[in-house]
């Protein structure tokens, strides 16, 4: 007989099963999350196309990243014409030059066409790898819409983001067969239309994500009712009585993944990101973490969190924010720089291990990895009167890698004031009757490096840009 909703919660051990399913869904209860598919350890392979988004924190001042301006030209003189402040005589620490970065040519790539801020340092020895995007219209001067925008590619309702983020998307899209298709370390996401194989396993940091992988000792005890509901249940079959709980079946959700996430602890997956191992060492080693302890929460720890993940075959995506302290209306041009170079820093690491490290499919990782450097606004080209600057809409970005071209600017900021400019969007020449760059445009030439779907974005990609 069919019971009413009224039987089933009126049953202890119906509701106890409905907020076991409930905090499993709405949780990374047991440090999972419905995986797709769970390679054996012996088999764990790379995808054959990997994505790094990484996120640097708070706007960014553009003029000390990718969208510099020379000082001999930009002088204290002329700011009231152009309203534009280098500042670069203001950085007091001597590792910082005065002067925009030319990159050194790298053996077989030719010269650079590109000049970075004084923040960039090591990183711009990757010129070969990058296209650089100027010039990008960010519609709004709040935190949270233009940090979301940039997550997905639409603008959001208010402050509330709207669809899913790239990493979803591109997992939705792909199905790849790895534990964790895509991780998100300290960035949101967002998930409106894959099933749950899609979604990120969100981390805190390095030691919530060891804890995540780890299996349980007797010594870990359960820390509510809702997981020892799920625990009790494992091993027992689910019948269609529980699958009609609800309109997803969480029965039936949490029975395709307790063995995939039982896998996955067997694995031992958690000890690839124990850095401090002597199995580790050569990581401590190469992101200079020998001086640093566990967890290792530093940028390069963090960009060593995602080379573990991409090379070990665990992840396919890693969303990671890599830099913080950036609002700096306030306080001096150094620390704005300073906090941005910890983050180019450990962003150079990144690549510097992944072309180093040979991919299964040939070649290195980098020829098999995107990744996108963003930030959800930039800040003014002038310095207010308390020493900072203040919120912008013309932004940049970085990407690099897989599926793009090489040694590439496209998109302008104006020489006075440093606004959004217009390009012909099929050419990427700056065209006063053109267009402006959206972040869209920078979401829908991601996916479609790939050869994925891009029509979420409503918009073409920047086909001049795609390799």
Known sequence: MKKTPQDELSSPERRTFLKAGAGFMGSLLLGGIPFKAVAQATNLAAPDRCFVFVY???GWDQLLAFDPRDPAVFTADRVSETRIMPGYNLLTDSAFAQTPIVPKERAGAGPATMTFGPAVGALSDHYDLMTVVRGINMSTLTHEVGYRYFLTGKMPIGSAARGSSTATEIVGQMKPTVPIPSIAQGVESYNDRYGGYANALRVSGLADLVLTLDP?????QLDSEI???????????????EQALTARGVGTAYESSRDQMQTVMENKLSDSFRFQLAANQSVRDFY????????YN???????????????GISQCVSINLAGGLDTHFG????????????????NLLVNDLRQTAHPGGGNFMDHTTILVFSEFA????????????HHLSNSCLLMGAGIKHNLVVGRSGDIGMSPGTVDLRTGAND??????FPEHIIATVLASAKLDYSITRVDPLRFILA
Do not use: W
């Open 332 to 347: 001096t041009q150094q620390t704005h720089a300073t906090n941005q170079r910890a983050g180019f820093n450990a962003l």
């Open 288 to 295: 200079g973490l020998n001086n640093q302890s566990y967890p």
């Open 216 to 220: 349980p000792s007797a010594s870990r």
């Open 432 to 437: 006063p009757n053109g267009s402006n760059i």
């Open 298 to 312: 530093s940028a390069a720890g963090r960009a060593a969190m995602v080379a573990t993940a991409l090379k070990k």
């Open 56 to 58: 640097f924190s708070g």
């Open 227 to 241: 997981e020892k509901s799920l625990i009790d249940l494992n091993g027992q079959p689910i019948t269609c009585e």
């Open 379 to 390: 800040r003014t080209p002038t310095i207010n009167a308390t020493g900072g600057r203040d």
